[in-house]
């Protein structure tokens, strides 16, 4: 039972252009949401997140929104930089707070 | 100041052996998270610990692993009696607390079952 969800398992954008990921859930206990970025061969690098109480976070070129109505987030990266390919990962967690549950992750690549 | 450090990066077992994965959280940090990603697919969690205690183990097969968090020392992750679906990249994750802000994930380990 997949509680969260990327669809996309790849996307493909140009240079300077918007890269918009998204992820879905399912369980109506998670409140707080983590998008997280990662390159081969290491770890997940934390980037962004939102709480439920908020319906937008903006930190930068990153910005997240959440639909808790829809239980759809969203991540918007403009402008897009070729560094910015890597696998993108959305991640939730309940009010218990002793684990994120991850999607399957988003390959972005930014084209020059 | 350190980050996650884990070792070793890279191990290789043969079927049936003992595979031991260690996991130094980041200085000041008493909270640590184990997570497993298979290939293609997302990190799926494991266990959480804090000093000598386990506090979630939800994540965990049932048979063959264990974890622990001594007092002095890393993290330890033990999978007896390895098979070939244990390959998979292993991740530690540490925090001062339970603020998400502050979670710091290591740069894991990738363990081939031969």
Redesign the interface.
Known sequence: DQQVKQNSPSLSVQEGRISILNCDYTNSMFDYFLWYKKYPAEGPTFLISISSIKDKNEDGRFTVFLNKSAKHLSLHIVPSQPGDSAVYFCAASDNAGNMLTFGGGTRLMVKP | NAG?MQNPRHLVRRRGQEARLRCSPMKGHSHV?W?RQLP??????MV?LQKENI??E??MPKERFSAEFPKEGPSILRIQQVVRGDSAAY?C?SSPG?D??G??????T?LTVV
């Open positions: 996650v998270y997570y293609e697919e997302g990190l799926k969690f959480y506090i979630d939800s994540g991740f994750a339970t998400w802000a979670y710091t994930f290591g740069s894991g990738r």
